[in-house]
């Protein structure tokens, strides 16, 4: 179990990332390095030659690059755009406001925690560069310049994180559509009753699943739109028999709902490279998976 020191004053910020290892970060420095969940991932060994996952290689990544380059999880936070990924979640939330698919985007940031953005390059910008954040602080330039883009931060005191919270806001605000990342499956199923009982449209992305036992694959797969494979054995096999898309194959993304394939299709639209679009039953497997899988 990790544990840290806090003081009032300590900017702390948790995040998991490259097979699911937990970091913590505090005051702009790494000061702790868990164990990666996951040993090896496809996606980063194209990306970075990196056979295993070592505590060294995160350390580096999280405080050299993210930090120390790119200002995340400190008062230099920008929002700049960084290349995008094909099927990203952040990226199909970005095409999906921009053609009108959802109004705004609730969303996690360092420095500020879950916040309502209606700014499509804004969506990228945020998401586009941090892995999964399981608690942050608040950082008052960060907020100020996403309060200068129009967000609104659900809670600025604290920068809490309730994705569940922050559409109902979002609601309160008078947005009909409103696109959600989700990593917990009882959110899920919170946010589908909140749908009927406001007459909004939700829809919602399951990200960061890595992890999840199969109970909670078959409620997520019950209630979300679009769900990320991620280092599960439970997803490509639950989610991907009812999936009526599958996008790659090394860590597939699946679309379980119409509203979910629009979003997606509606993405493919943005990508100039050739796609390959066949039909096929699914889900349809790799034989380059991350190692090893989770339940």
């Known amino acids: 179990m990790l544990v840290v020191r806090l003081s009032e004053d300590d900017n702390i910020h948790i995040i998991e990332l490259a097979g699911k290892a937990r970091v913590i970060i505090k005051n702009g420095e790494v000061v702790e390095v868990g164990e990666p ?10 990306l970075f030659k990196l056979e295993t996952f070592t505590k060294e290689f995160i350390l580096d990544r999280v405080q050299h690059v993210m930090i120390d380059k790119r200002g995340l999880f400190t008062e230099r936070r920008t929002f700049e755009l960084l ?11 970005m095409n999906a406001c921009e053609d009108g698919l959802i109004d705004v985007a609730v969303e996690v940031s360092d420095g500020a925690g879950t916040v309502i953005v209606g700014d499509p390059e804004l969506i990228e910008g945020i998401a586009g560069q941090i892995p999964g954040v399981v608690k942050a602080s608040p950082i008052k330039k960060v907020i100020d310049r996403l309060e200068a ?12 994180i309730d994705q569940v919270e922050g559409v109902g806001r979002a609601i309160e605000l008078g947005y009909k559509k409103i696109g959600v990342s989700v990593i917990r499956a009882e959110d899920a199923k919170r946010l589908r009753e909140l749908e009927e009982e406001t007459g909004s449209e939700i829809t919602i992305f399951a990200v960061h699943t890595t992890g999840l036992t199969k109970a909670e ?22 989610a991907g028999k009812q999936a009526l898309i599958q996008i790659g194959t090394k860590i597939p993304l699946f679309a379980l ?10 993405r493919a639209m943005h990508i100039d490279k050739k796609l390959l679009i066949k039909g096929e039953d699914l889900p349809f497997r790799s034989d380059t998976e991350p190692y090893p899988l989770s339940e």
């Open 37 to 46: 969940l996951v040993k090896s991932c496809p996606l980063w060994r194209d």
């Open 83 to 93: 290349p995008e990924v094909d099927f990203g979640v952040s990226e199909m939330m």
């Open 149 to 160: 883009g129009g967000a609104v931060v659900l809670d600025p005191a604290t920068a809490k």
């Open 217 to 238: 694959v078959e409620a997520m797969a019950e209630h979300v739109d679009i769900i990320t494979a991620c280092a599960s054995e439970s997803i490509r096999e639950i």
């Open 257 to 266: 709902t119409k509203r979910g394939k629009r979003i997606i299709l509606n």
